[in-house]
């Protein structure tokens, strides 16, 4: 019957599903750290420091990094007034989500590599696809919560570059810049920015983990 998944595109699906349980809470856990470290406990108290996905899902967020590799969670909440430099503490706890991702992605690169150069990846082709999304699924988390927009986390590093004004007047309109962005990636309209986005990173970390090939050769 037209329209129903065959088993292998059931297994990928699976893959992401189980990526996005890596993925996500990891860039949430970091925010909260890093919160943390500076001086704010706001989000550690509301129980966001955790690698447990059921702490930081948002349903829609969630479904959209399954389906179209881009999506969010739960804002992760701060009180920037126990940062001993506001603006400066903001950008850096904004940062850590993405950096976090970067980083998962490159370790998931070198683990990438080492089951693709063992030969583990032809016996186990789920495990080779597994680290495969791992590596561009974070990417692409990284990426998309880079714009430099509300609510993304790049719109909390370009206040560091942008008038205080500003930046709260654009606040103002987060929840129609939100829509309008989830237009944009239903529409399939940010696949192509992105895409070369992700491609380009992916090059950079293959050429990052240029010791694995070398300790397989």
Known sequence: MQ???SPYEIVLY?????VVLVAIPFHEAA???VSHWLGDDTAVRAGRLSLNPVRHFDLLGALCMLIGGVG?????????RNYKNPKVGMAISAAAGPVSNFLLAWVSM??????????????IQALMLFFYYMVAMNLSLAVFNLI??????GSRIALLFLPRNLYFKAMRYERQIMLAVLLLVFLGLLDIP????VNFLWDRLAEGTWFVDGLWR
């Not at 430099?148 to 986390?153: A, G, L, Q, T």
């Open 3 to 5: 329209g129903l998944l």
């Open 14 to 18: 699976l893959l992401r599903a189980l």
């Open 31 to 33: 925010h909260a750290l």
């Open 72 to 80: 969010w969670a739960k804002p992760v909440g701060i009180d920037v």
């Open 110 to 123: 070198i683990v990438y590599k080492c089951v693709i150069y063992s030969g583990l990846g032809n016996r």
């Open 148 to 153: 430099p927009i509300p609510p993304f986390d």
């Open 194 to 197: 992105l895409s070369v986005a």
